[in-house]
Protein backbone atom coordinates (compact mmCIF):
# COMPACT_ATOMS: atom_id res chain seq x y z
CA UNK A 1 0.00 0.00 0.00
CA UNK A 2 2.77 2.17 0.99
CA UNK A 3 4.30 1.61 -1.93
CA UNK A 4 1.55 2.24 -4.25
CA UNK A 5 0.27 5.41 -2.51
CA UNK A 6 4.52 6.65 -3.69
CA UNK A 7 4.00 5.96 -7.14
CA UNK A 8 0.60 7.78 -6.70
CA UNK A 9 2.08 10.80 -4.94
CA UNK A 10 5.34 10.81 -7.28
CA UNK A 11 2.63 10.60 -10.10
CA UNK A 12 0.84 13.64 -9.28
CA UNK A 13 3.63 15.75 -8.57
CA UNK A 14 4.54 15.23 -11.94
CA UNK A 15 1.22 15.85 -13.25
CA UNK A 16 1.63 19.00 -11.48
CA UNK A 17 4.98 20.27 -13.17
CA UNK A 18 3.18 19.16 -16.42
CA UNK A 19 0.23 21.61 -15.21
CA UNK A 20 2.86 24.31 -14.89
CA UNK A 21 4.49 24.11 -18.01
CA UNK A 22 0.84 24.31 -20.07
CA UNK A 23 0.48 27.13 -18.21
CA UNK A 24 3.43 28.78 -19.18
CA UNK A 25 3.05 27.52 -22.48
CA UNK A 26 -0.17 28.93 -22.58
CA UNK A 27 0.82 32.52 -21.24
CA UNK A 28 3.80 32.56 -23.60
CA UNK A 29 1.40 31.97 -26.57
CA UNK A 30 -0.67 34.57 -25.02
CA UNK A 31 2.16 37.42 -25.33
CA UNK A 32 3.01 36.26 -29.00
CA UNK A 33 3.69 39.67 -31.31
CA UNK A 34 4.09 37.83 -34.44
CA UNK A 35 2.54 35.20 -36.52
CA UNK A 36 5.72 32.98 -36.74
CA UNK A 37 6.37 33.54 -33.11
CA UNK A 38 2.48 31.95 -32.28
CA UNK A 39 2.85 29.12 -34.45
CA UNK A 40 6.25 28.11 -32.45
CA UNK A 41 4.55 28.91 -29.10
CA UNK A 42 1.49 26.95 -30.43
CA UNK A 43 3.65 23.68 -31.21
CA UNK A 44 5.58 23.90 -27.88
CA UNK A 45 2.14 24.14 -26.24
CA UNK A 46 0.95 21.04 -28.28
CA UNK A 47 3.44 19.36 -27.39
CA UNK A 48 3.36 20.01 -23.48
CA UNK A 49 -0.62 19.55 -23.65
CA UNK A 50 0.11 16.19 -25.86
CA UNK A 51 2.83 15.19 -23.01
CA UNK A 52 0.26 16.13 -19.91
CA UNK A 53 -2.48 13.81 -21.48
CA UNK A 54 -0.37 11.17 -22.02
CA UNK A 55 0.77 11.21 -18.30
CA UNK A 56 -2.90 11.44 -17.39
CA UNK A 57 -3.52 7.46 -17.97
CA UNK A 58 -0.24 6.89 -16.16
CA UNK A 59 -1.45 8.88 -13.22
CA UNK A 60 -5.08 7.04 -13.64
CA UNK A 61 -3.32 3.70 -13.79
CA UNK A 62 -1.76 4.40 -10.71
CA UNK A 63 -4.45 5.55 -8.95
CA UNK A 64 -6.75 2.09 -10.00
CA UNK A 65 -3.73 0.36 -8.63
CA UNK A 66 -3.68 1.77 -5.36
CA UNK A 67 -7.55 1.68 -5.38
CA UNK A 68 -7.63 -1.72 -5.86
CA UNK A 69 -4.62 -2.81 -3.53
CA UNK A 70 -7.37 -0.46 -0.60
CA UNK A 71 -10.62 -2.77 -2.00
CA UNK A 72 -8.01 -5.89 -1.33
CA UNK A 73 -7.01 -4.97 2.21
CA UNK A 74 -10.60 -3.93 3.46
CA UNK A 75 -11.16 -7.34 1.99
CA UNK A 76 -8.78 -9.49 3.65
CA UNK A 77 -9.26 -7.06 6.68
CA UNK A 78 -12.77 -8.28 7.05
CA UNK A 79 -11.71 -11.92 6.59
CA UNK A 80 -9.02 -11.89 9.23
CA UNK A 81 -11.16 -9.97 11.88
CA UNK A 82 -14.14 -13.37 11.16
CA UNK A 83 -11.29 -15.83 11.16
CA UNK A 84 -10.31 -14.24 14.78
CA UNK A 85 -14.07 -14.60 15.90
CA UNK A 86 -14.12 -17.75 14.40
CA UNK A 87 -10.44 -18.72 16.30
CA UNK A 88 -11.86 -16.99 18.96
CA UNK A 89 -15.17 -19.00 19.33
CA UNK A 90 -13.17 -22.34 18.58
CA UNK A 91 -10.96 -21.63 21.71
CA UNK A 92 -13.33 -20.88 23.65
CA UNK A 93 -15.63 -23.75 23.11
CA UNK A 94 -12.72 -26.25 23.52
CA UNK A 95 -12.28 -24.59 26.86
CA UNK A 96 -15.17 -25.14 28.49
CA UNK A 97 -15.45 -28.96 26.78
CA UNK A 98 -11.37 -29.11 28.58
CA UNK A 99 -13.10 -27.88 31.68
CA UNK A 100 -15.91 -30.55 31.63
CA UNK A 101 -13.40 -33.17 30.67
CA UNK A 102 -11.36 -32.03 33.89
CA UNK A 103 -14.47 -32.58 35.57
CA UNK A 104 -15.42 -35.57 34.52
CA UNK A 105 -11.50 -36.96 34.74
CA UNK A 106 -12.14 -35.65 38.46
CA UNK A 107 -14.94 -37.14 39.38
CA UNK A 108 -13.64 -41.12 37.62
CA UNK A 109 -10.54 -40.49 39.67
CA UNK A 110 -12.85 -40.11 42.96
CA UNK A 111 -14.26 -43.39 42.13
CA UNK A 112 -11.70 -44.99 41.01
CA UNK A 113 -9.99 -43.75 44.79
CA UNK A 114 -13.22 -45.07 46.48
CA UNK A 115 -13.28 -48.59 44.36
CA UNK A 116 -9.53 -48.63 44.94
CA UNK A 117 -10.51 -49.27 48.58
CA UNK A 118 -9.84 -52.65 50.06
CA UNK A 119 -8.14 -53.93 47.39
CA UNK A 120 -4.41 -55.57 48.28
CA UNK A 121 -1.78 -52.85 47.66
CA UNK A 122 0.12 -55.23 45.82
CA UNK A 123 -2.83 -55.40 43.24
CA UNK A 124 -2.61 -51.90 42.51
CA UNK A 125 0.71 -51.84 41.85
CA UNK A 126 0.56 -54.83 39.77
CA UNK A 127 -2.32 -52.87 37.42
CA UNK A 128 -0.51 -49.46 37.30
CA UNK A 129 2.68 -51.54 35.82
CA UNK A 130 0.62 -53.65 33.55
CA UNK A 131 -1.51 -50.55 32.32
CA UNK A 132 1.34 -49.20 31.38
CA UNK A 133 2.73 -51.81 28.74
CA UNK A 134 -0.79 -53.26 27.70
CA UNK A 135 -4.44 -51.71 27.19
CA UNK A 136 -6.21 -54.03 29.03
CA UNK A 137 -5.06 -55.22 31.85
CA UNK A 138 -8.35 -56.26 33.62
CA UNK A 139 -10.08 -58.58 31.45
CA UNK A 140 -12.89 -60.85 31.86
CA UNK A 141 -13.29 -64.50 32.39
CA UNK A 142 -15.17 -66.25 29.32
CA UNK A 143 -16.20 -70.14 29.12
CA UNK A 144 -13.37 -70.99 32.07
CA UNK A 145 -10.39 -69.38 30.08
CA UNK A 146 -8.40 -66.41 30.44
CA UNK A 147 -10.03 -63.91 27.69
CA UNK A 148 -6.70 -62.13 26.60
CA UNK A 149 -4.20 -65.29 26.53
CA UNK A 150 -6.81 -68.26 26.78
CA UNK A 151 -5.54 -70.00 29.80
CA UNK A 152 -7.72 -72.16 31.25
CA UNK A 153 -8.47 -72.22 34.77
CA UNK A 154 -9.35 -75.06 37.00
CA UNK A 155 -12.64 -75.36 38.90
CA UNK A 156 -11.33 -74.49 42.58
CA UNK A 157 -9.72 -71.07 40.59
CA UNK A 158 -13.18 -70.24 39.16
CA UNK A 159 -14.65 -70.60 42.86
CA UNK A 160 -12.07 -68.54 44.28
CA UNK A 161 -12.59 -65.79 41.62
CA UNK A 162 -16.30 -66.05 42.21
CA UNK A 163 -15.59 -65.16 45.54
CA UNK A 164 -13.01 -63.03 45.59
CA UNK A 165 -14.32 -60.95 42.06
CA UNK A 166 -10.77 -60.20 41.08
CA UNK A 167 -7.67 -62.59 40.47
CA UNK A 168 -4.85 -62.56 38.82
CA UNK A 169 -4.26 -64.56 35.98
CA UNK A 170 -1.28 -67.72 36.31
CA UNK A 171 -0.39 -67.31 32.40
CA UNK A 172 -0.53 -63.09 31.70
CA UNK A 173 -1.12 -61.91 35.23
CA UNK A 174 -3.98 -60.14 33.95
CA UNK A 175 -6.50 -59.49 36.38
CA UNK A 176 -9.53 -61.45 35.76
CA UNK A 177 -13.13 -60.94 36.88
CA UNK A 178 -16.21 -62.86 36.23
CA UNK A 179 -19.12 -60.84 34.36
CA UNK A 180 -22.43 -60.52 35.89
Known amino acids: MRELKKDVDSHELQMKVLDEKVRAAKAKLATATNGREYELLKKEFDIVSQE ?37 QT ?50 LENGSCSACFESLAGHEIAILARKQLSPCGGCFRFLFIQP
Open 52 to 88: QNAFEDTLLTAWNAFEHAQKMLLQKEVTSQESSANFA
Open 91 to 140: ILEKNQKKEELEAALALKNKDRLEKQHGLPEQWITDYERMKRSVSNPVVP
